[in-house]
């Protein structure tokens, strides 16, 4: 397993989902997930999924900068790092935003996302 391919294969499917149908997030966490969005905890894959299909914005589209990631304890883990832009709205300046996700293996290739942590980025 390359962590790299399976961090960069991830980032694109989440972003990918998030953009076009947020509500089908919700496989991507478990009861014990939990997101930080903005300083704000939500925890379990309902909540995570109320959160992020309730923000102020109908369409958007990310744009990944830079994608880190490292490997996470005995278990198999991975932290996925992610930088990038988000456009929120047609002729709007787009926000940097940083994400950190600490995935988990659910089988061979398969992981869930146990943590996310997600800021907007000013200045």
Do not use: W
């Not at 102020?56 to 990944?64: E, I, S």
Request: glycine share 12%; charged share 15%.
């Amino acid at each position: 397993m390359d962590p790299d391919g399976v961090a960069k294969a991830f980032v694109d499917h989440y972003y990918t989902t998030f953009d076009t149908n947020r509500a089908a997030l919700v496989g991507l966490y478990q009861e014990g997930s939990m997101l930080t969005f903005e300083g704000s905890k939500f925890m379990g894959a309902a909540a995570i999924t109320g959160k992020l299909t309730s923000l102020p914005f109908a369409a958007c589209k990310h744009q990944v900068t830079t994608i880190d990631c490292q490997p996470s304890g005995p278990a198999g883990g991975m932290l996925v790092f992610v930088s990038g832009a988000l456009q929120v709205g047609e002729g709007e300046h787009p926000l940097k935003f940083s994400q950190m996700f600490h995935l988990m293996p659910v089988g061979p290739g398969n992981f869930y996302v146990q943590n996310d942590m997600f800021r907007l980025n000013y200045g």
